[in-house]
C-alpha cells in the first residue's frame, strides 16, 4: 500500500472503502475498494477531510481485508448467505426460518486471534429468513494470510462456528388437565394457547383431550395420543404441590423417562420434560397458560430444530433465564433463554 496526496491519484485504485458520514443522515461508503479515482471524485475526498489516500499494493502473503473477511464468514457454517463485503466487513444473513447456534467457546478462541474480528447473535435464538445473524472484519486493512488460516482451522476443528437449524413441523397432541375444567366449572384457557402457538409454528395441533386431576387418565390419553400419531405431547396444568397435582404421575405411569422435572427458568420453575422414545413429553405448569413467553417457548424452539434435549440442556438455561415481562414483548429478540450450551 502506498500514500499519495489525492492530487496526485487520478487514475490510481482505492485500497479500501471510504466511508463518509452526513450527521443524521446516512452512513454509507462514498467510494468502494477497487474503484479508479478521477479528477471529478477529488473534491468529494477533500470535503471527506482526505488529504491524502492509500493506493493499492498488497504485501505478498497478505490479504486485503474484504478478502480475510470472507473468508473467515465462508469457513463459519451453514444455513448461512453472506452479503458482499462492504467497509471490509462481512455480514452473515439467517437463510431461512430457524434456531441459531453459536459454538460461543470457538468463537472466543477466533476472537483471541490478533487483528480479527467476529460476533454473532445469542446462541439458541429463533430467527426468521434474511435476519443479520453474524458479522466478521479484520481491524487493519491487511493481513498475513497466516492468520487467516488459523481462523479456518479453528472453525474447521469447531465446524459448525455458528449454524441455522431450520425449523420443522410437528403433529401437536394436547391433554388438558384439572377436575374444574372438565366438570365444566370453569372454561378451558390453556387449550387455546397452545393451539395458537402450535399454530404460529406451522405446527398442526390434534383434538384436545380433556382429563381429570387423574394419573391413569392423563397415562392412558398420552398413550392414545402416541397411538394417533402424535410427534410432539403437551399436557396442561397439575405441575406443582397441591394434592390434586398429579400431571408427573400420570407421565410416569405412561412410561415416559423423566430428563428433568424442575427448570431455572421463570415462568416455568415447575415444567417436566420427558420422552417416550423420540416423542418429547411436556408437563406445562400453569404459568405458560397465564405468561406471553415462558419456558415452553424455549424448550419447542429447540425441538422444532430437531435438538433432543439432556437435563444439561435444561439446566444450563439459568443464565438468562428470566423473562423480563416487558409490556412491549420483542421475544426472541432479549436475553430470555439466551444463556445455556451452545
Ligand atoms: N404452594 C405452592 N403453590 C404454587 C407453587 C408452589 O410451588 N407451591 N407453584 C406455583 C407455580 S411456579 C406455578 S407455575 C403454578 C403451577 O400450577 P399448576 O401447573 O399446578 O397448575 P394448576 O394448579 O393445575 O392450576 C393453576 C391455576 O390455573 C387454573 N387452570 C389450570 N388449567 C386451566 C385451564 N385449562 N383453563 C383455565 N384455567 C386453568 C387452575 O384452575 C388454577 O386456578 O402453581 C403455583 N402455586
Ligand atoms: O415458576 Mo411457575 O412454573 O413459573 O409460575
Redo the contacts with the bound molecule.
Sequence with gaps: MKLVSVKDAVGMVLAHDMTQIIPGKSKDAAFRKGHIITSKDVPQLLSMGKDHIYIFELKSNHLHENDAAMRMATAAGNGIVLSEPKEGKVDLLSSYDGLVKVNHRALHAINEEIEVMFATIHTNQAVVAGKMIGGTRIIPLTIPESRIEKVEKICKENYPLIEVKPFKSMKAGII???T??YEGR??????PVLSKKFTEANCASMKPIFVR?DAEMIAESIQVLLHEGAEIIVI???????P??V?PVGIKKAGASIVSYGAPI?????FLLSYIEDVPVL????????NKRSIFDLVFQRILAGEKLTRQDITSLGHGGICLRCENCIFPNCSFGKGGLY
Aim: charged content about 15%; overall charge negative; glycine content about 22%.
Design positions: 388438558i388437565t384439572g374444574e375444567v370453569i372454561q378451558d384457557g390453556f387449550g386431576d396442561s396444568g397439575g405441575m406443582s404441590v397441591d390434586d397435582d400431571t421463570l415462568p416455568g420453575a415447575m408437563g406445562l405448569p400453569g404459568c405458560v397458560m397465564y
